[in-house]
Structure formats: structure tokens, C-alpha cells
T-cell receptor, first 115, second 110 residues
């Protein structure tokens, strides 16, 4: 089955700096890669996703890049703010987000924004 | 917006009890999921359902069962609770794309 590795487990950055979280996946058939943000006491929320026919996607301060050859994808957050502090999860799926198939998650990155 | 509601935020039960965790979604999603979340282990899939009365095992189904009698409701059942089932339980639903999660039930088994 699919295996998703996520690094680092904890990331501390100064407010205003950029943060990068990296994930690798094992199954070349995976074609859908969402990222989730989980704030304290809440469930994970989808913040951005990318499908394998696209190399990069941006949404304001957040971007995701995908390298299918190397089987890795990354989350980039620019101009970090205190409200970006949370746990972030990457995930991979073989069903292009169709829903019924299992989504394999990374173990999470605790992002800390230092004032 | 999709709303996935889990009936309890916190629950304390004793070993050997039968425990029910309830989840309701209000957007007519076909697919519903139960995950457990443990520190350092991320989210692990317990069971999922793609239709009423249908269920599929996930990665860690042992000790659990599920029920989907209505499209909007997906229940997780711990047949005989054990201390190693102390965890955060997350329900999710989806039609297409990524999962919409509830806020979780923190379950403690004493």
C-alpha cells in the first residue's frame, strides 16, 4: 500500500518568514495530494490540494509543488503569521480525490510561528 | 458549508463497555470515514462507507465495527472497550476531493 513520509515533525519560524513542509510518497499510482491544517481542538481542514496533472498550485500565501518523478510534494507558506501556527498533514490518494478510496496521511508537522 | 458533527467532544468509558460514537453530515455525501489520531502516528483509517448499509475495513479495523443505516449518519462501535482504544476519533465525509472532518471525539477508556 501507499506510504507517506512527512518532514519535519516540528518547524519553528519567525513571523514573516517562509515555511516549507515536505512529503514523499511510495506509490507512483497516487494522483491526488491534499494538505490539511489542524488547529488546537479542531478537526483537520483542507487548505489546498493538487492533482498529478499539475506541477504547482497557489492560493494567496500558500502554494503546493509536486514532483512526480521524485515522488515528493511540498507545502510552502510565505509571510507567515501567528494564525498559521497549527499541525499540518499531507496526504496521498490513488483515486484522484474521488472519495471512496482510503487517503494515506503523513504523520504531521507542528508549525510554530515565533513572534 | 459542509458540516460534519460528532455527538460528543469528550467521552470517558470503562474497559469492557460497549461504546458508540456518532457522526452526522448535512451535505448528502455518499462517503463517510472514521479515523483515529494518535501523537506521532498521524491519522489512521478504521472503517469507511460508500453507501447506506455498505462498509469497508480500513487499516486498523480490529476491535471496531460500524453502522450506516442512513446516508447522513455513520456510527463507530467499540464492542468491548480497551485502554489501547483511548484516542482522538475523527469522522469525515466527502463527495469528491478531500475529506471534510468533524472536530473529533476525545475518548478515554479507564
Amino acid at each position: 500500500g501507499e506510504n507517506v513520509e512527512q518532514h519535519p515533525s516540528t518547524l519553528s519560524v519567525q513571523e514573516g518568514d517562509s515555511a516549507v513542509i515536505k512529503c514523499t510518497y511510495s506509490d507512483s499510482a497516487s494522483n491526488y495530494f491534499p494538505w490539511y491544517k489542524q488547529e488546537l481542538g479542531k478537526g483537520p481542514q483542507l487548505i489546498i490540494d493538487i492533482r498529478s496533472n499539475v506541477g504547482e498550485k497557489k492560493d494567496q500565501r500558500i502554494a503546493v509543488t509536486l514532483n512526480k518523478t521524485a515522488k515528493h510534494f511540498s507545502l510552502h507558506i510565505t509571510e507567515t503569521q501567528p494564525e498559521d501556527s497549527a499541525v499540518y498533514f499531507c496526504a496521498a490518494s490513488m483515486d484522484s480525490g474521488g472519495g471512496a478510496d482510503g487517503l494515506t496521511f503523513g504523520k504531521g508537522t507542528h508549525l510554530i510561528i515565533q513572534p | 458549508d459542509v458540516k460534519v458533527t460528532q455527538s460528543s467532544r469528550y467521552l470517558v468509558k470503562r474497559t469492557g463497555e460497549k461504546v458508540f460514537l456518532e457522526c452526522v453530515q448535512d451535505m448528502d455525501h455518499e462517503n463517510m470515514f472514521w479515523y483515529r489520531q494518535d501523537p506521532g502516528l498521524g491519522l489512521r483509517l478504521i472503517y469507511f462507507s460508500y453507501d447506506v448499509k455498505m462498509k469497508e475495513k480500513g487499516d486498523i479495523p480490529e476491535g471496531y465495527s460500524v453502522s450506516r443505516e442512513k446516508k447522513e449518519r455513520f456510527s463507530l462501535i467499540l464492542e468491548s472497550a480497551s485502554t489501547n482504544q483511548t484516542s482522538m476519533y475523527l469522522c469525515a465525509s466527502t463527495k469528491l476531493g478531500g475529506r471534510d472532518f468533524g472536530d473529533g471525539t476525545r475518548l478515554s477508556i479507564l
